[in-house]
Structure formats: C-alpha cells, structure tokens
C-alpha cells in the first residue's frame, strides 16, 4: 500500500526527479498544455480565487514509494512505469501561490493533489489514460474531475467521481462538457493560435457560452475595439464637416 502523503515529512533518502527529458507528443501538444493551463487560470481568476495551482506537464508525487520508483528507473534506465503526472491539472483551493515548485508533492502541500486533470491522448498513452490512470485518480487521488482528448479521433470525454468511481459528464447541446470544479464549461475551438495552423484545441467556455480569452486575445479584442470606435468618431467628424 503507498504510503500517505501527509506521513513524508522526513528527507528522502534518494533525489526526486523532476524531468524525464522525454518531449511531449506532438506540436499540437506543446500549444495545447500551456494553452489550457493559461485559461484554467484565467477563469479561477475571474472567480476572484487566488489560492490555487496549475501545472502542465508537471511530476505530481502522491507517495514515498511513488517517487522511489521513479528515482530508481531513471537511474537504472529502466523503462517507464512509474507514474509521473498528468498533462494538465488544477487544485483549486488551499494552495500557497508564491511557493515556487519543481514539481508538485503531496506530502509538501498538506495532502492535497488535483481536483482536476486533462489528459491529451496519443496512440502510445490512450490505453493507459483510459486503464491504469483513471483508476489512480479515482481510487488514489479522488480527483473529482478527469478530462481526457484524443486528437486524432476529436473525441472529448469528461468524468465526473460519484463515490469511488467515474461516471461520464453528458455533453450539452454544443458538446461542451460542465466543470463543477472550474465554473466552466470544457470543449472544443477551431480557429489558429499564433504560430499554429486552424485545428481543434481544447479550450475553455463562460456559463453563457462566451469564449475563455487568453491575455493575447482579449488585448488584441481591445485593441480591434478600440480602432472600431475611432473609426466611428473619424466617421462622424467627417460626416458632421460635410454638414
């Protein structure tokens, strides 16, 4: 049985690992995490929450044993078994914000491990994110809430846990799935981000429907705003001049 994260409060007598130098999966992978995880911020933000985390890509440590397995396979150079993270997760409340990590450590942080978790799928993680993963979120972690993707079929799927299993959170009429844990509602987008082609990215959505913006967008909104009105008032001088 792993050992109880709030029980490791001794120093380890081996280094954690905080890298596996493995590269994400694809280029749509290295837009989609830091994507995801810059709106996950944004809406808890706009919720007026301060004391939560995000992490993309990012080693969660749950237990002791955990973080020995993953110590010894990297210094063996033994294959992967041991689990490492999920691609997105969020733990909502309780969190210092300042505290700056390497990796995210339950024992370190009063227990707590995610509330939410987005897996990106690829044909060599489906399995997994669908088998061993889940069962560890659920039965280990209680995260509340598993989001998981798979580009290659577009095919967004949301859990919800009702007592010690996942249930599936039905889609409304967009297909977008309801986030009890963010106040948000998880679907898909087609459009370009900057540097990328048009495809589907998983994105974030207001109750009403309204787009998550990143930073970038809503500037770039304001800015396109803005030109609209002093063309406006151009409009209007120049109508008023002719008068």
């Known amino acids: 049985m792993s050992q109880p994260a709030t029980a490791a409060l ?21 837009f989609e995490l830091p994507l995801l995880r810059e709106l996950i911020r944004q809406v808890l933000v706009e919720r007026g ?41 969020c733990v909502t409340s309780g969190v210092d914000p300042d505290r700056r990590r390497k ?14 978790i987005f897996e990106m799928l690829s044909p060599s993680t489906a399995k997994k994110d669908r088998t061993e993963k ?14 998981l993707y798979e580009p290659e079929t577009h095919k967004l799927e949301g ?3 009702a007592d010690r299993f996942y249930q599936p959170i039905q889609p409304d009429e967009n297909g977008r799935l309801w986030s009890e844990q963010l106040g948000a509602l998880v679907g898909l987008w087609q459009g370009p981000l ?20 990143t930073q970038a967008e809503a500037e770039r909104q304001r800015a396109d705003m803005a030109e609209s009105e002093i063309a406006r008032l151009r409009a209007l001088l120049e109508e008023r001049g002719r008068g």
């Open 49 to 89: 929450r301060t004391d939560f985390y995000v992490g993309a890509n990012l080693f969660v440590y749950y237990s002791v044993e955990q973080a020995r397995a993953v110590a010894e396979e990297v210094r063996k150079g033994q294959p992967e078994r041991a689990f490492r993270g999920p691609d997105v997760f």
């Open 194 to 213: 900057p540097g990328t082609l048009e495809v589907d990215w998983v994105r974030l959505f207001h109750p009403d429907g309204s787009l998550v913006l």
């Open 103 to 116: 990796s995210w450590i339950a024992w370190e942080e009063g227990g707590r491990l995610p509330d939410v």
């Open 10 to 30: 001794a120093p380890l007598p081996f280094e954690l690992v905080y890298s596996d130098g493995v590269p994400l999966e694809s280029e749509w992978h290295t």
């Open 159 to 161: 859990l919800r846990l």
């Open 134 to 147: 889940r069962d560890l979120y659920a039965r280990v972690f209680r995260t509340p809430e598993y989001f």
